[in-house]
């Protein structure tokens, strides 16, 4: 009977970690890079990008679209600070400093108490969202590799 993967992982961790963690750090130097230095801006925008891409009419987007700018405004369900806050552990205050300064560089907009993404957010997460898409891929390649492993045995 086939395990779960995160069984799988863990009862294999020394053999993974490593093929784990290091797109995890790329990810996050990445994330760190895009923002100065700044990971809780980041954490924000990035809440802010998940809510956007929660919006049912983007769940057939295809990257392209968003890279070539031929989408002009992101549908979204949006967001709020104290939702920010609370789901990134980030303290309030700090998340309204982060918002503030995010909307003033126009890569979130702000109606009211409500955010959304801004598509002039792209370019900026660019190398973020690519550190990302290759975590996903070399955590995939892990697990099929465990999993083929454990299919010879």
Do not use: C, W
């Not at 802010?48 to 679209?65: F, G, K, N, Y």
């Not at 900026?124 to 465990?146: M, Q």
């Amino acid at each position: 009977m086939a395990r779960s993967a995160a069984n799988l992982l863990a009862q294999n961790y020394g053999l993974v970690a490593k093929d784990l963690f290091t797109p995890l750090l790329d990810v996050l130097g990445a994330a760190r890079s895009a923002f100065d230095g700044d990971i809780e801006k980041a954490v924000v925008l990035l809440e802010v990008a998940v809510r956007t891409m929660q919006d049912p009419s983007l769940s057939h987007l295809d990257l392209e679209p968003v890279l070539s700018g031929t989408i002009e405004n992101y549908p979204s369900l949006s967001t709020n600070m104290r939702s920010i806050a609370d789901s990134s552990g980030i303290p309030k205050e700090t998340v309204r400093r982060k918002v503030a300064a995010l909307v003033q560089e126009g890569l979130i907009l702000r109606e009211g108490n409500n955010l959304s993404l801004s598509t002039a957010a792209t370019p900026v997460l660019t190398p973020v969202r690519e550190a990302v898409l290759k975590l996903a891929a070399r955590n995939y390649d892990a697990v099929v590799a465990l999993q083929n492993r454990e299919d010879d045995n």
